[in-house]
């Protein structure tokens, strides 16, 4: 038989809503690198194992892939001939690839001007139809369920159940890397699909009997867009990390009873440390992720250093997208470090016995 890795729906075919009439739409995503942290833990002084999970090397560059695999398969095989979603714009990219490899129409409504460059270039390259919003993600959200019930679309944000069914694969794959679950799982929570998404992973494992533990749920927020830390849905979210810059949750209520069952909590984090963790990942480790994955960093970094996560601790923290998505915020942080000379040899020479 062949080993050749074709998708998480095959891979997990047997804990997943699927049958062997079903046709996959996929892409090869999943499967993604468990990299643990080698400088960062002693950068902090704290004897503790970070491992950090690197959903930027899905197909479209973000974990949305492992939820729209599902998503689209389910819509195609439901005779849909058209997707659509409201998105911050990684849901975007992967809406429209998934679209495009199953031969129907993606619609997606994004906030006008508020999305990465890189995420606006892939829903435009895979031909979706782009509908720019004069307003935030919430609205979008609020739009598409109207919408949706007057015109033949499916909706593939994270409230469609199989986008949480396809996502709950990562922990599966944590815990097979680890040979059990982590203590702490950390994570950038906008919408909280995703978070919810790994609770359910863990706790199918951990009833299984193939994981020993569940761990603690931590979902960090920007403080500009931190609904769960401040108790309530907040109108106009604000945050650099633009992939969680939304202020009313899909999915409040499930994320409150992750945060319950799984005894873990939220908290909200200043984009100067989102911005902070992302570089320190990235010259330290050689990892680079978009602003709003660095959030999960940013927090356990934090709470390593205040003692809630103890000494002793394995952690994981998912990196939900890929750095490349938002271009412009990261060289807007590293301007400065570029040098320009003339084309001589001196002056190169100059430039790097002077930078040694
Ligand atoms: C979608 C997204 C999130 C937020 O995930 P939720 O499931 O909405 O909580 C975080 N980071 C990135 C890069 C995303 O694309």
């Known amino acids: 038989m062949s080993k050749r890795y074709t998708g998480l729906i095959n891979h997990y075919k047997n804990r997943l809503p699927v049958d062997k009439n079903t046709k996959f739409i996929s892409l090869g995503e999943g499967n993604t690198p468990l990299i643990r942290l080698e400088n960062i833990p002693a950068l902090l002084g704290k004897n503790v194992d970070i491992y950090v999970k690197y959903e930027g090397l899905n197909p479209t560059g973000s974990f949305k892939d492992r939820g729209m695999t599902m998503a689209v398969t389910k819509a195609v095989e439901a005779g849909s001939k058209a997707i659509i979603c409201a998105s911050t714009g990684n849901t975007s990219a992967s809406a429209a690839a998934y679209a495009a490899r199953a031969g129907i129409k993606a619609f997606v409504l994004i906030p006008e001007g508020k999305i990465a460059l890189g995420k606006l270039a892939q829903a435009m390259m895979h031909g979706a139809v782009i509908i720019q919003i004069k307003g935030n993600f919430d609205d979008g959200m609020r739009l598409v369920k109207e919408v949706a019930n007057h015109a033949p679309v499916s909706i593939v944000n994270s409230i469609n159940p199989f986008r949480l069914q ?191």
Not at 169 to 175: K, W
Not at 215 to 233: D, L
Request: proline share 5%; with cysteine.
């Open 166 to 356: 396809g996502q709950k694969t990562a922990a599966f794959e944590i815990v097979e890397e680890l040979g059990d679950a982590p203590d702490y799982h950390c994570l950038p929570v906008g919408n909280a699909g995703n978070i919810s998404a790994h609770w359910m992973g863990y706790k199918e494992y951990n009833q299984d009997g193939i994981s020993a533990k569940t761990p603690s749920m931590v979902g960090y927020q920007a403080e500009g867009a931190a609904p769960f830390t401040k108790g309530e849905m907040v109108d106009n979210p604000e945050t650099i990390a633009t992939a969680i810059r939304i202020g009313h949750p899909q999915s409040w209520d499930l994320a409150h009873k992750v945060k319950e069952e799984s005894n873990g909590w939220f908290d909200a984090i200043s984009d100067e440390a989102i911005l902070a963790a992302q570089k320190l990942l990235t010259e330290q480790e050689g990892i680079f992720c978009e602003p709003a994955s660095a959030t999960s960093l940013a927090g356990a970094m934090i709470d390593i250093n205040n003692g809630k996560i103890p000494e002793g601790s394995t952690i994981v923290c998912t990196l939900t997208g890929h750095g490349l998505k938002d271009p412009d915020t990261a060289i807007a942080q590293c301007k400065s470090e570029m040098i320009l000379i003339n084309p001589v040899m001196d002056e190169v020479k100059n430039a790097i016995l002077e930078n040694m």
